[in-house]
C-alpha cells in the first residue's frame, strides 16, 4: 500500500533528473493526492511505477485537463491492466468559455465505465465566470466524507446517485443555508458547516435537522466569522452530545455576559454540554475567557491564539477554573 498526500509542481528545480522505471510488484494500493498537476505527469508515474496496481483512488484538484475520460480509460487499458477499483475525487474550476461542465463528465458514461463498473457523481454550482465543484466515484466505494454544496444561486446541479448511509463526516459549503434542501445524512457524526453568506436569515437549527441528526454529532466544524452568541447556543442545545467543537471565532455579540447567564437556554446548554476540546482558529483575549468557562465548564482542551502582554493574566485565569 502507498499513499503519497500531496504530490505539486515545483518551479524551483529548473532540471529534474529523470529516474529509471521501477516494477513495483507489491504496491497493488495506491492513494494519490494532486493539486493542479498536468496530466501527462501522472500519466508518466503510473507508466513508470504501477503496473501492477489493482485499486487507484485519486483525489485531484485541478481543471478540465485533468478530467479526461479518454486520457484516463487509454493510460488504464494500456498500462493497468490489473486495475480493479478506480476511485476518483475531482474538485475543478472551468472557464465560462470552455465546454460546459456535463459534456466533459458525460465521457465518463461511456461502455468502457459501465462495463468496468465503475460509476460517477457530481454536483457543483454555476457563477458569472465559471464552474465549481466536485466529480467523484460512488458506490461500490462507500465514502465516509462527503462535501455538499449549498447556494441562494438557483443555477445549482446536485446529481446525487448513491447511499449516504456510509457518510460519517459531513462538510457542508454554503453561500446561505437554504429550505430546499434534498438529502439526509442518516450517521454522520461529525459536522462542519462554512458559511460564506453575509446575509443569515435563515433558520438554520431547523434546516440542519433535515440534514443530519444533531443528537448524534460528536465533533462540530463551525466557520463563521460573524457566528452569533443566539446561534451558537441554540446549535448546542440541539447537539447535546459534541465533545469537540472548533471554531474560526468567538462570537462577536456575547458582550454582556451576565444578560446570556439569566438566558434559560443558556442555563441547560452550560450545565449539561459534554464539550472537552475547543480549538479557536483566531486570537482570542483576557475578557473572552470568562465567555469560554461558563459555556464549558467541562473543557480539558484548548487550542487557540493569544497575545504575548495576556499571557501570565489567560494563564492565571484558567488555573482559578476549578478542577
Known amino acids: 500500500y502507498l499513499s503519497i498526500n ?14 529509471s522505471p521501477i516494477e513495483l510488484k507489491y504496491f497493488k494500493n495506491i492513494f494519490l493526492k494532486f493539486d493542479y498537476i498536468h496530466f501527462g505527469k501522472f500519466e508518466k508515474i503510473v507508466k513508470d511505477f ?11 484538484i485541478g481543471d478540465k485537463r485533468s478530467l479526461d475520460a479518454k486520457q484516463y480509460q487509454e493510460l488504464i487499458t494500456s498500462y493497468m491492466p490489473y486495475l480493479r477499483i478506480f476511485d476518483i475525487n475531482h474538485e475543478y474550476s472551468i472557464e465560462k468559455n470552455d465546454l460546459t461542465y456535463h459534456d466533459i463528465i458525460n465521457q465518463f458514461n ?30 461500490p466505494y462507500r465514502r465516509k466524507h462527503y462535501t455538499y454544496y449549498l447556494t441562494f444561486n438557483n443555477e445549482v446541479c446536485s446529481n ?21 434542501v434534498l438529502n439526509y445524512f442518516p450517521n454522520v457524526n ?23 441528526p444533531l443528537k448524534q454529532l460528536t465533533t462540530l466544524f463551525i466557520e463563521y466569522y460573524d457566528l452569533s452568541v443566539e446561534d451558537l447556543i441554540k446549535l448546542l442545545y440541539c447537539a447535546p452530545n459534541v465533545h469537540t467543537l472548533h471554531l474560526v471565532a468567538l462570537p462577536s455579540n456575547f458582550t454582556d455576559l ?5 438566558n434559560e437556554i443558556s442555563k ?22 470568562p465567555f469560554i468557562l461558563h459555556f464549558l465548564p467541562k473543557l480539558k482542551y484548548l487550542e487557540t491564539q493569544i497575545v504575548t502582554n495576556e ?13
Open 268 to 289: 441547560y446548554v452550560s450545565n449539561m454540554n459534554k464539550i472537552e476540546n475547543l480549538s479557536i482558529r483566531t486570537w482570542i483575549t483576557f475578557y473572552e475567557i
Open 160 to 180: 446525487i446517485q448513491e447511499n449516504l448511509n456510509s457518510v460519517k463526516h459531513l462538510h457542508i459549503v454554503s453561500q446561505g443555508i437554504q429550505n430546499n
Open 6 to 19: 500531496s504530490i505539486v509542481e515545483s518551479h524551483r528545480i529548473s532540471e529534474t533528473k529523470e529516474l
Open 311 to 323: 499571557t501570565q493574566k489567560i494563564i492565571r485565569l484558567l488555573y482559578r477554573k476549578d478542577p
Open 50 to 60: 504501477f503496473h501492477h496496481v489493482q485499486t487507484l483512488r485519486l483525489t485531484i
Open 110 to 139: 461511456s461502455s468502457f465505465w459501465i462495463e468496468n463498473k465503475w460509476f460517477f457523481t457530481h454536483q457543483h454550482r454555476r457563477t458569472s465566470g465559471s464552474h465549481t465543484g466536485i466529480f467523484y466515484s460512488t458506490v
Open 190 to 212: 461529525q459536522l462542519s458547516i462554512k458559511d460564506k453568506s453575509k446575509n443569515r436569515n435563515k433558520p438554520i437549527i431547523a434546516i440542519l435537522q433535515r440534514i443530519v
Open 258 to 262: 451576565e444578560l446570556i447567564k439569566e
